[in-house]
T-cell receptor
Framework: GQNIDQPTEMTATEGAIVQINCTYQ??????LFWYQQHAGEAPTFLSYNVLDGLEEKGRFSSFLSRSKGYSYLLLKELQMKDSASYLC?????????????FGKGTKLSVIP | GAVVSQHPSRVICKSGTSVKIECRSLDFQATTMFWYRQFPKKSLMLMATSNEGSKATYEQGVEKDKFLINHASLTLSTLTVTSAHPEDSSFYIC???????????FGPGTRLTVL
């Protein structure tokens, strides 16, 4: 089975840096994704890691350690619009279609 | 590129009726589409995986006779909620996978309310 853990809520200040952690246990690991979801909207893709290390994309970076079953999403220079839920999702081979299993999401509140 | 649309965005229906939700990949061919359900303040739960031209694969606990999935072409998948009940009220989201890309692209979601 698949198990993904991430904090339920976090609060950070505008302009600051925040790190959202995600730990997972899964079989057939084939990559880890981070998605952003605003309330009432569908998730939007942020990042993808399949090898160990850091992937940087503008203000967003994501890190993966496969041996530790651990990833984090780093958001720099926080803006108010970054207030959203951040979903960690693990891709695993299932029915040959590379399914995603999502964590419960971390609700990030950015305050002035 | 990689845009996925869903229709309708919102639907309210009476208990016992059937509702069809369409998911379209607008600018790419999606050999695989996924259907998720999300209850308030909960994460996305995969309901089924749909491959073009073949029967959908349902997750444990999802009734295939209640949630009918058809993936007739490389750009269209439909989910029909048959004999809907209030407990089926939820946010239904589809996603599509482009063979050449790693990520899934999500549609905007359909909010279903069953009275």
């Amino acid at each position: 089975g698949q198990n993904i853990d991430q904090p339920t809520e976090m609060t950070a200040t505008e302009g600051a840096i925040v790190q959202i952690n995600c730990t997972y246990q899964t079989s057939g690991f084939n990559g880890l994704f981070w998605y952003q979801q605003h309330a009432g909207e569908a998730p939007t893709f942020l990042s993808y890691n399949v090898l160990d290390g850091l992937e940087e994309k503008g203000r967003f970076s994501s890190f993966l350690s496969r041996s530790k079953g651990y990833s984090y999403l780093l958001l720099k220079e926080l803006q108010m619009k970054d207030s959203a839920s951040y979903l960690c999702a693990v891709r695993h081979s299932g029915a040959g279609s590379y399914q995603l299993t999502f964590g419960k999401g971390t609700k990030l509140s950015v305050i002035p | 590129g990689a845009v996925v649309s869903q229709h309708p965005s919102r639907v309210i229906c009476k208990s016992g009726t059937s509702v069809k939700i369409e998911c379209r990949s607008l600018d790419f061919q999606a050999t695989t589409m996924f259907w998720y359900r999300q209850f308030p303040k909960k994460s996305l739960m995969l309901m089924a995986t749909s491959n073009e031209g073949s029967k959908a694969t349902y997750e444990q606990g999802v009734e295939k006779d209640k949630f009918l999935i058809n993936h007739a072409s490389l750009t269209l998948s439909t989910l029909t909620v048959t004999s809907a009940h209030p407990e089926d009220s939820s946010f239904y989201i589809c996603s599509a996978r482009d063979l050449g890309r790693s990520e899934q692209f999500f549609g905007p979601g359909t909010r279903l309310t069953v009275l």
